[in-house]
């Protein structure tokens, strides 16, 4: 069944730690996409990407970084991990405007 | 640019209340438009979406009509249950060249009483 998956759904690691949010789907769409949703709801893009070796910075400036060498895969780093990135990471593909988006259910990063 | 404007919650009804959540939007050219839930613990779903003007996108017995003469695409059901308590999002989608992007609305929490 073509789906979106995110692993880990949950992770609580110390500060100063690397850590890599695993994205992969399923569908073959070209289109990726990371936001972090802050506990009021609102979702943040910091990462797209249209293709294979494409990447782009969202719309809220992110320390993390994303890497996207083959079409099924979307990982998401962070190299030192900080409180303030404490936050629900969602992970979403597209097949085109009139289709949507298609989101993974979440990982919930807790810096301690 | 592009943007949304989506009716503040939290809102709390009774259950089989009727519910309309408004979404207005500005966009240029001509957007697709969908309406996503989250409920508790998970990643959005796509609820309903409309295509063009006039369409009526409809699912779970939620409804919403693309007005484009107003850019509004509000939401609604006319008899709302428990089950139905969620966050819900309000999203244009235009893609353009080669750019694709969904501007989400701020989201609006439902909570419905027993």
């Known amino acids: 069944e073509a789906d979106i998956y995110q692993t880990p759904r949950y992770l609580v690691i110390g500060t100063g730690k690397k850590i890599t949010l695993e994205c992969s789907q399923t569908?073959?769409?070209?289109?990726m996409y990371w936001y972090q949703q802050d506990p009021g709801m609102e979702l943040h893009l910091i990462h797209y990407?249209?293709?294979?070796?494409?990447?782009e910075k969202g719309d809220l400036s992110s320390e993390s970084t994303v890497s996207r060498i083959r079409t099924e895969h979307f990982p998401l780093t962070l190299e030192s991990a900080r409180p303030s990135h404490t936050s629900q990471y969602l992970c979403a593909s597209s097949g085109g405007q009139i289709y949507g988006y298609t989101f993974g259910s979440g990982t919930r990063l807790t810096v301690v | 640019g592009n943007s949304v404007t989506q009716m503040e919650g939290p809102v709390t009804l009774s259950e089989e209340a009727f519910l309309t959540i408004n979404c207005t939007y500005t966009?240029?050219?001509?957007?697709?438009l969908f309406w996503y839930v989250q409920y508790p613990g998970e990643g959005l779903q796509l609820l309903l979406k409309a295509t063009k003007a006039d369409d009526k996108g409809s699912n779970k017995g939620f409804e919403a009509t693309y007005r484009k003469e107003t850019t509004s695409f509000h939401l609604e059901k006319g008899s709302v249950q428990v089950s139905d308590s969620a966050v819900y999002f309000c999203?244009?989608?235009?893609?353009?060249?080669?750019?694709?992007?969904?501007?989400f609305g701020s989201g609006t929490r439902l909570s419905i009483r027993p």
């Open positions: 990407s249209y293709g294979v070796n494409s990447t």
């Open positions: 569908m073959g769409h070209d289109k």
């Open positions: 999203a244009p989608h235009r893609s353009y060249s080669s750019a694709s992007k969904i501007i």
């Open positions: 966009a240029t050219g001509y957007p697709s």
